[in-house]
C-alpha cells in the first residue's frame, strides 16, 4: 500500500536528547552495591540488608529502613536514592482494575506505565525509553520522536511502585501481588538494549539481587531489531518474545514499521526462529489491525503461511483492535472484519486471538498518555 506517509522517515536509534538520571542503588550490580556501601562507611552486609528491604518489602526510601543504623540513613538516602520519578498523573479504566500513570523523571522528561488487573494475576506495561525513535505512523509515541534511553533504575523503579500498588490494594481496593511485566509502553527494548537486559535481570533474580518475578512471566516486545533479537536469544533468557510485525509483506510493512527497511519480514522471521529455537518458547506475533490498511482477507492468509512455515508451531499471533490516536487518519477494522481475518489465520494452522484491550478508553496504546501531555 503507497502513500501512507508522506515525508521519509528518519530512524533515530541512539542520539538521545537528554541527560541520563543520577546513579540509583537499582542501577548497580550486587558488588556494585557493596563497594558503594562500604565506602559509606558501612559494613558490607549491609548492601544486602539495603537490597531485601528494596526489592523484598518494595521500600524505597532509606529512612524508613529502621533496620539500618539511623546516623547512616540520610547518607545512604543521598548516595544512591535520588528522587528518580514523580507521580504526574494517574488515570483509571476499567472499573478501577487498569490505572495509568504519567511520570515526570528527574530531567522534566514524561514518562507513562499500565497497571493492569486481570482475575489471579496482574500485569505491568513498562517503558524502556522516553520516546521512541522507530518512527511507526499510527503511533503517537513514534511521532514524539525519541527523547532518551532509560536508565535501569528508572525502569526497575516503575516495577517497585506498581508492586507496592499492588500489595497495598491500590488497584480496585484489593490486596495483590504484581505477577506479569511485559515491555510494551514506550519505545523499543532492544535499542536501550544492555539496560533492559539488566532490568530483566533484577525483575527476575530472587532476593536479594532482584523481585524474583518468574522469566515466563515477562514479556519483551520489538519491532523487529533482527541482530538484537539473535543476541536476546544467546542470553539464554525463558522470557517470551513478542514480534511487532502489522503485515507480512515489505511493501506495506517498510511503510507502517519503517525499521522494516533496515530488516525485512524475512530476516525478522528468522530471527524469531532463532529466538524460538534457543527459549524453547512460542513467539508471540503483535498485529494492529488498521481499516482498509492490513486488514485484507489474502494478508491474513499469507500471515499465516509465513509464520507456520518459518515458526511452525512456536508461535501464536495477537490481533490488536488499533486504538486510534486523537486526530489520526487511522482507524480500527470493524468486527466483522476482524473476525474474519482470525479464521483466515487460524485456518493456515496459526493460533490467533484479538488482544484484550484493557484501558482502552485512557488511551493505553504505547505512548498515548505522554503525548497528549506533550
Ligand atoms: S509502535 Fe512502538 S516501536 Fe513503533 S513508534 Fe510506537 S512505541 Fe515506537
Redesign the pocket.
Known sequence: MAGIMATPVQLNFTAPRRGMPPTHMADLTREKLQTTIQDLGLPKFRADQIARQYYGRLQGDPREMTDLPESKREAVSEALFPQLMAPLKDTEADDGETRKTLWRLHDGTLLESVLMRYPGRATLCISSQAG?????P?????QGGLDRNLSTGEMVEQVRLAAATMRDGEVSGEEGRLSNIVFMG???PLANYKRVVETIRKITNPAPEGFGISQRNVTV?T?GLAPAIRKLADEEMSVRLAV?LHTPDDELRDEL?P?NNRWSVEEVLDAARYYAEKSGRRVSIEYALIRDINDQAWRAELLGKKLHGALGSKVHVNVIPLNPTPGSKWDASPKERQDEFVRRVIEQGVPCTVRDTKGQEIAAA??QLAAEER
Open positions: 521512541c525513535g522507530m518512527a511507526c499510527f503511533c503517537a509515541t513514534g514506550m519505545g523499543e516486545s519491532v511487532s514499521v525499521v504505547c505512548g
